[in-house]
């Protein structure tokens, strides 16, 4: 059993940052692929980014491209995400995973997932 903890999200302004969290503990978080989705109320789940276990790959939807950056700390068993120039349409619950097969940008990929954190960025 492997258990994902989020932290970091909040309320902030448009244009801010904000830099999530997701705590894991899996015995073989440092050989893991990670990811993080959202989901927006009345929408379905979406891929944000990914990241390999060693940390040299890196992955992420055209929408946060350039804004959001994912990495890693695998002594810490942790992963992060760190989000500049938030934008309104960002606004969703943030939700990390891990990978188990199949592509990275499916849900279905994945195999756990943390309880996920709100973020809200107002206009």
């Known amino acids: 059993q492997v258990q994902l903890v989020e932290s970091g999200g909040g309320l902030v302004q448009a244009g801010g940052s904000l830099r999530l969290s997701c705590a894991s ?69 943030y939700y990390c995973a891990r990978h188990v097969r199949g592509s990275y940008y499916v849900t279905a990929s994945y195999d756990y997932w943390g309880q996920g954190t709100q973020v809200t960025v107002s206009s």
């Open 25 to 93: 503990s899996g015995r073989s978080f440092s050989r893991d692929l990670m990811g993080w989705f959202r989901q927006a109320p009345g929408k379905e789940r979406e891929f944000v980014a990914a990241i390999s276990w060693s940390g040299g790959g890196t992955y992420y939807a055209d929408s946060v491209k350039g804004r959001f950056i994912i990495s890693r700390d695998n002594a810490k068993s942790t992963v992060y995400l760190q989000m500049n120039s938030l934008k309104p349409e960002d606004t969703a619950v």
